[in-house]
């Protein structure tokens, strides 16, 4: 559901790599350089299937906090303008982080219901049975224990 972005650099010919992925990095730890084609492992990644998911996405009270502590920035910033606005002048650099505040709290708000109403789970039922279609392949298997994973 979120796009993040992952940026390595390649052992072999180091090239610069960014790759689209999910907010907790759920996906294969081998990956391919884009330039030199060489295979990379990549930790950051996690196998689900192996390494089990990210214990905050499931975690719905570290998003409400998340969102009550943003939305708390994002009061104080609309409290200070408004007295900045009262005496005639505002600054934009604390207009624009109390802009950015509300916004990551709506969205940390937003995710937090997702994970209380199921909807997480659901992403979750898909990244693991990506991770298990994976790891149905005997030579994915293979790469991964030469990398040290238990499998
Ligand atoms: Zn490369």
Not at 76 to 86: E, K, R, T, V
């Amino acid at each position: 559901m979120q796009i993040s972005y992952a940026e390595w650099v390649c052992p072999e010919c180091k090239t610069k790599n960014r790759e689209a992925c999910n907010a907790w990095m759920y996906g294969s730890p081998i990956r391919e350089c884009k330039a030199c084609r060489s295979e990379y492992l990549d930790s950051r990644w996690r196998e689900v299937a192996i390494d089990g998911f990210d214990p905050r996405g499931k975690n719905a009270k570290f998003y409400a906090k998340g969102a009550l502590f943003l939305l708390a920035i994002a009061a104080i910033c609309g409290i200070l303008i408004y007295f900045q606005y009262a005496k005639g002048y505002y600054s934009m650099k604390i207009i624009a982080a109390g802009a950015l505040s509300a916004l990551a709290g709506i969205a940390c708000g937003i995710n937090a219901l997702r994970i209380k109403f199921g909807f997480a789970d659901k992403d979750n039922e898909k990244y693991m049975a990506e991770s298990k279609s994976r790891l149905a392949d005997p030579q994915y298997v293979e790469k991964l224990r030469k990398y040290g994973y238990k499998v």
